[in-house]
């Protein structure tokens, strides 16, 4: 029987009703207790390393959670954590980079009705959480919900209150859970002798979301507070530089000092390609910008973070960014 270990950080589906709302305060043993169906699937140890709403997580909560698996990584086989939807897919694509090449699962999980709730999501989430860390042959980072895996690098959450709560975007379901049956079709990539741990993030990335009318001068302002910016821009790519609103100018300001600029699209699938017109391709030529192709906005702001603690250096800095980790891009030269 596999040995797993459960971390509970709070979220909803630890959550009480209290006279201000839901809150986290149910502990992981506590929850373990609503699917006694466990003891049949796995040894479950269990540990709280904060218990918190997610809207709350910050990156030094990712760091502690990586560290913490770090030190008991040779004694389990398999992790699950339980955490709020709300910065779930943030939290999975940090943990794929801050944990990396590693032969074991680590398995994210929530719900969006607490636990206890009559009516509930959590109970099959959990358990199916518990099933997935166990089955042979799974490795890297995923989002368990719905009767679905995902892989870390590639979820979002689409549904503020439905059950099925995340998709896979631009990107296959990594496994299908259907009762007792693990139905997987993709894994995390290539799995190497030895897991590779990172235990630090530089959270200076500001993602910036254009619409008709924003001025550029609001970049000049970013960059003296930021490292780096992601523009979440039109359709495949497209930067405004119409008359007064000339983003290109205020681009090639930006990366002259040094700063690092991605290229994403507001667009939910399929991703940029943002030298097909014009508006597009004399930012990835001119100001020294990236792109983030098919990539999520949420693991493209985390994976700068990653690089952003090893190097500010453009041409590593990109170099880094187009390297697939844990499945999170597939660029054109792929």
């Not at 799974?138 to 503020?160: C, E, M, P, Q």
């Not at 991703?271 to 906005?297: K, P, W």
Request: charged share 20%; glycine share 8%.
């Amino acid at each position: 029987m596999k040995k797993i270990l459960l971390l509970a950080t709070g979220g909803t589906i630890a959550s009480v009703e209290t006279a201000e709302g839901l809150s986290p305060a149910q502990s992981p043993e506590r929850l373990l207790s609503y699917v006694p169906e466990t003891r049949s699937v796995c040894h479950v140890d269990v540990e709280q390393p904060f218990c918190i709403d997610s809207t709350n997580i910050q990156p030094e909560h990712w760091v502690a959670l990586s560290k913490r698996i770090c030190a008991v990584y040779d004694e389990y086989d398999g992790f699950v954590i339980t955490h709020g939807t709300d910065t779930m897919a943030y939290t999975a694509a940090a943990l794929s980079y801050l944990v990396q090449s590693g032969s074991k699962p680590i398995v994210l999980t929530g719900a969006q009705k607490p636990i206890s709730a009559l009516i509930t999501d959590a109970r099959k989430n959990l358990l199916d959480s518990l099933r997935f860390a166990s089955h042979d042959g799974v490795h890297g980072v995923y989002v368990v919900f719905d009767g679905k895996a995902i892989l870390g690098t590639r979820a979002r959450k689409v549904r503020s209150k439905s059950y099925s709560a995340f998709e896979s975007i631009n990107y296959p379901v990594a496994a299908f859970l259907d009762d007792r049956r693990i139905l997987q079709y993709v894994d995390a990539g290539e799995r190497q002798s030895a897991v590779r741990f990172y235990d630090a993030l530089c959270p200076s990335v500001f993602v910036l979301k254009l619409l008709p009318g924003i001025r550029p001068d609001i970049l000049e302002y970013i960059g003296e507070r930021y490292d780096a910016i992601i523009l979440e821009s039109y359709g495949v790519g497209g930067v405004p530089q119409y008359g007064q609103r000339d983003f290109l100018r205020g681009l090639e300001a930006l990366t002259a000092r040094g700063k690092i600029a991605v290229i994403a699209t507001q667009v939910m699938l399929e991703g940029s390609d943002a030298e097909l017109y014009e508006v597009g391709f004399r930012a990835i030529h001119h100001c020294n910008v990236l792109q983030a192709y098919d990539m999520t906005v949420e693991a493209a702001a985390v994976k700068l973070m990653w690089i952003l603690a090893q190097t500010h250096e453009f041409s590593e800095v990109r170099r880094l960014f187009y390297t697939s980790v844990g499945g999170d891009i597939l660029t054109p030269e792929q």
